[in-house]
C-alpha cells in the first residue's frame, strides 16, 4: 500500500490548508483512515479519522477548526484546516487503520508551517 500526502505549507495565523492523501490500497472504502501529525521532538498524535461508514473523531485541540473527509471513488482522504495556530505546526501524515492500528507504512508526509 502506498500513501501519497500533499497540501501542505507556510501558512500565516488564521488560515486554512486543504490535504490529500491518495491511497493505493484495494477496498479503500472498508477501511478507517486517520491523520496524524508529529511536531520536532514529540511523538505522534492521531488528529482525525474517518471511518469507512463516514463517522469521524478528533483530537480535541482541533475539534471546530479540522475537518476529515474522504472520496472513495479517488481513494483519497482529506484534511480541511481552517483557523490554523503556530501550534498545529507539525508533519502530517495520513494511515490506514485496522481495530484502530495503523498498518501501512507511512509516507513521506507534508509539512504544515503556521507562522507570521
Known amino acids: 500500500v502506498q500513501l501519497v500526502e500533499s497540501g501542505g505549507g507556510l501558512v500565516q495565523p488564521g488560515g486554512s490548508l486543504r490535504l490529500s492523501c491518495a491511497a493505493s490500497?484495494?477496498?479503500?472504502?472498508?477501511?478507517?483512515m486517520g491523520w496524524y501529525r508529529q511536531a520536532p521532538g514529540t511523538q505522534r498524535e492521531l488528529v482525525a479519522l474517518?471511518?469507512?461508514?463516514?463517522?469521524?473523531n478528533y483530537l480535541d485541540s482541533v475539534k471546530g477548526r479540522f475537518t476529515v473527509s474522504r472520496d472513495n471513488a479517488k481513494k483519497t482522504v482529506y484534511l480541511q484546516m481552517t483557523s490554523l495556530k503556530p501550534e498545529d505546526t507539525a508533519v502530517y501524515y495520513c494511515?490506514?487503520?485496522?481495530?484502530?492500528?495503523?498498518?501501512?507504512?507511512w509516507g513521506q508526509g507534508t509539512q504544515v508551517t503556521v507562522s507570521s
Open positions: 494511515n490506514i487503520l485496522v481495530g484502530g492500528t495503523v498498518v501501512a507504512s
Open positions: 490500497n484495494t477496498y479503500f472504502s472498508m477501511y478507517d
Open positions: 474517518i471511518a469507512g461508514g463516514g463517522s469521524t
